[in-house]
């Protein structure tokens, strides 16, 4: 069964760190490239961040630029967000989702997602 | 960045009838030279996370209804449900993945029944 599964996500102070993880299974890992989406309570979707299939490229949102780190290890088929510097405007549900082999491609699977509260 | 405005907000509709949620991109997400618009439709029911139903604006993603159907080309686009049934209860988004990045979502489109 492809699958993503998303963890880490808990209640950290305004100016912490926290580090999300997406275990994925069922699928060719290295393959796809991976995003981060979030929404925060009661809102929309957000796009936060995506990394190529081989991981040499990565992209941000402006709102989380310097803030947010992207990586994956494609021995672990494993996907991760650090999230330092985190404000009350960060606290959402993170959701870690499969793109294509190509980043011009819709996002076709998606994690059950991951709570990330900041507050003091 | 490709802002994209979903209409209506809500919507409530009758058990069997039809359901049409409107998209509007900013700026054109057809590249000409494959013909192909750069837009998605996903659903979010409460608690659960996004699902892709369409893609390319009118592919339907495996193992969705027929009565779900994409169209349009360029800046507009509609998701329509053709008879709407209780599961279709959600919250429907659309989205680019042409100008990127950001990918831009919708604000979403709220469905209910009548």
């Known amino acids: 069964e492809v699958q993503l599964v998303d963890f880490g996500g808990g209640l950290v102070q305004p100016g912490g760190s926290l580090r999300l993880s997406c275990a994925a299974s069922?699928?060719?890992?290295?393959?796809?490239?991976m995003h981060w989406v979030r929404q925060a309570p009661g809102k929309g979707l957000e796009w936060v961040a995506n990394m190529k299939p081989d991981g040499s490229e990565q992209y941000y949102v402006d709102s989380v630029k310097g803030r947010f780190t992207i990586s994956r290890d494609n021995a672990k088929n494993s996907l991760y967000l650090q999230m330092n510097s985190l404000r009350a405007e960060d606290t959402a549900v993170y959701y870690c989702a499969r793109g294509g082999a190509s980043r011009y491609a819709p996002f076709d699977i998606w994690g059950q997602g991951t709570m990330v509260t900041v507050s003091s | 960045d490709i802002v994209m405005t979903q209409s209506p907000d809500s919507l409530a509709v009758s058990l069997g009838e039809r359901a049409t949620i409107n998209c509007k991109s900013s700026q054109s997400v057809l590249y000409s030279s494959n013909n192909k618009n750069y837009l998605a439709w996903y659903q979010q029911k409460p608690g659960q996370p996004p699902k892709l139903l369409i893609y390319?604006?009118?592919t339907r993603e495996s193992g969705v209804p027929d009565r779900f159907s994409g169209s349009g080309s360029g800046t507009d686009f509609a998701l329509t449900i053709s008879s709407l049934q209780a599961e279709d209860v959600a919250v429907y988004y659309c989205?680019?993945?042409?100008?990127?990045?950001?990918?831009?979502f919708g604000q979403g489109t709220k469905l209910e029944i009548k």
């Open positions: 390319w604006a009118s």
């Open positions: 989205q680019q993945y042409y100008t990127i990045p950001p990918y831009t």
């Open positions: 069922g699928f060719t890992f290295t393959t796809y490239c």
